[in-house]
């Protein structure tokens, strides 16, 4: 079944460099008369005297069938997986991950993907950013969730196999409320503060994580991992917006899943990347933002009452962050934020909204009967041999 | 002349993710029969389920007019910066860097851009990837290498204002043995030897590195920076390539040039990028990597030789890097490899045979009558205020 996952999941795969000579090339072919005549090489693109034997190539763009990937070359990681659920894909069960081996990507050169070695006894799992139980349409789409390209190297116990487990669910348990979901999964690597201010005065922050694998083609281990969601819901007139990022270790089971929401624009502005950008104009990303600066203070809130004197792990906080307007009113693991008419009218719900921000139960996965076997195939496919 | 950089500079800018789905869509054009129906939103791209809302919009490519850059959204700097120069370009005079400012890009959303304010005290350097003095064809064209774009944070006494500068005068002086030469410049964040080994018994690695501003949009400070330099000669039949890889700290001024001469292809793997995909296939690569270890070698021969015991800066070394094959005569201060026919008839000779691997004198600038002002003008200009 290898073979016919890379047959599968290496029809698409390019540099993004490439994409940007093409598109570049099409804008000159648009405005002929700005640039100096084509000097050959590489067409239209090698006018610019910079160009003429190409762009530096880095992350790549992967096409699968149900889901797309950007993967890093630098760190050896995805940097984003974009897949989209519904119910009638979830219904489907023609795929077994019992089926499906890991394999790396023959669609990125050897020296720039992520190999099976740099997993080998690293004490870090294999997992999956998209997750396989979310592409059980055919054991070809699930196949293709095994590639190394949409993996990263997660804490296994108390992570991966327990609180992002339950996560998983979460989102897809949202398709009982929405009629389609798209989620953008990806790894973080998040500062620290520093013993050290900055000469300014101004606090200090230090970028710090492991690498794992054999220089000079290391693998970072993220130190955090985001969810965006997005769920269309109304016959697609409407949308509900979360994101969540959480640390790349084991989590008290009991926290709260609301603890973990973020604002959007503060993710966005650690992880480089604009989510949705067909979706999220400013106005619905500074509603939603709201909203999720509302539900995580929920969160905290009900952490504490578990854990007196608890503290969660932040984002570094967007200076100047509004204090929070609206009044809360918590139900007992659940959030009841009041919507505003006027959000609901811009299409800038959260997703803790429309839905109910509790994860299933630890371990649902072994009262489960219908997914019989689920929690052994999850230890077996996921932990690094 | 702010405003000015700003039309000319902000011409073309795009976000890779655009230029990707731009690029996806043209080939869905030619496959209409692989994917299902447009489902609407966004033309043939949203034929993929999961693209309907787009994709994550990330590093952006920025084209001025005489250089390319490609900017990391996340660590605010730029990924690569790719120029074109030769003996014409360099005579010309017209521009100077005294009616230069530096200037946000304003190409870039304010959240995602370098700031002025990120670099306001914080003892750095705004180092020019681009050289300032390569693009002085007109004001206009020196005015645009002042975009933050073409910045990143680096130690102005010791480096940017000393070591650097002479490394950047002894690529301009390559324009005087090779028709036309192209150079990428850019930051690295080189992991170090950690501590504590990884699980499986192999040495362990770990990123670290000071990040500045204010969060959550925070500016990387890179540990290292390289260069890539590939020069035609010979009426553009044959080129010389080099690498570079110098840290981002006070360099001894008397430390050989060659001992930072680095195998092309473990920077590759380092920085996450293939550089001029169109001129290096994979042999030239490692044509000019045995002599690029060569080289390097002849450098830390020659360091020692100048301070007994010192140890230079090293990449991580490529496993199994093959023994340097090559005997080395070496010449005082400068680098004799005997280049080989075959390797000259490759395309695939080190910049260090071609040209004498041999930086300026320091302070060249103040002996330097024609460039009057020089050094005031570094220091005014560089320095963070």
Request: aromatic content about 8%; charged content about 20%.
């Amino acid at each position: 079944m290898a073979a016919r996952y890379v047959a599968a999941g290496a029809v698409v795969g390019m540099g993004l460099g490439g994409a940007a000579t093409f598109f570049y090339l099409r804008q000159q072919q648009q405005r002929p008369a700005a640039r100096p005549a084509d000097v050959g090489g590489f067409g239209a693109a090698a006018a610019h005297p910079a160009l003429k034997h190409g762009m530096p190539v880095g992350d790549r763009l992967r096409l699968f069938t149900d889901f797309a990937a950007s993967f890093d070359t630098r760190l050896r990681n995805p940097r984003w997986v974009l897949e989209h659920i519904n119910r009638g894909k979830l219904s489907s069960r023609e795929g077994s991950r019992q089926n499906s081996e890991f394999v790396e990507d023959s669609g990125i050169e050897r020296r720039f993907r992520s190999k099976l070695d740099d997993y080998r006894g690293s004490g870090y799992d294999r997992g999956h950013m998209a997750p396989a139980s979310n592409h059980k349409t055919t054991q070809s789409t699930m196949d293709e969730t095994f590639s190394l390209t949409n993996m990263s190297p997660q804490v296994g116990a108390g992570f991966n196999r327990d609180y992002w487990a339950r996560f998983e669910r979460f989102v897809q348990d949202l398709t009982k409320r929405c009629d389609d979901v798209w989620i953008v999964t990806g790894p973080l690597y998040l500062p620290q503060r520093s013993p050290q201010p900055q000469k300014n005065g101004a606090p200090g922050y230090r970028m710090q994580h492991e690498m794992i694998g054999s220089p000079p083609q290391l693998m970072a281990v993220p130190t955090h991992y985001y969810k965006v969601v997005l769920g269309e819901y109304g016959g697609g007139r409407r949308a509900a917006v979360g994101a969540f990022v959480m640390p790349n270790s084991p989590i008290d089971p009991e926290t709260p899943l609301a603890s973990f929401a973020v604002p959007l624009g503060a993710l966005e502005e650690v992880a480089g990347l604009k989510f949705f950008p067909g979706y999220l104009s400013d106005s619905r990303r500074e509603a939603i933002d709201e909203t999720a600066l509302a539900v995580q203070r929920l969160g905290y809130a009900q952490l504490r009452r578990l854990k007196p004197g608890s503290q969660p792990l932040l984002l570094p906080a967007p200076e100047g962050a509004a204090p929070v307007p609206v009044p809360i009113a918590a139900a007992d693991g659940s959030v009841a934020v009041p919507p505003t008419d006027q959000r609901r009218a811009l299409g800038a719900v959260h997703v803790c909204e429309h839905a109910e921000c509790k994860l299933p139960a630890e371990r649902f996965w072994e009262s489960n009967g219908g997914n019989g076997g689920g929690k052994r195939a999850l230890r077996r496919t996921q932990s690094a041999p």
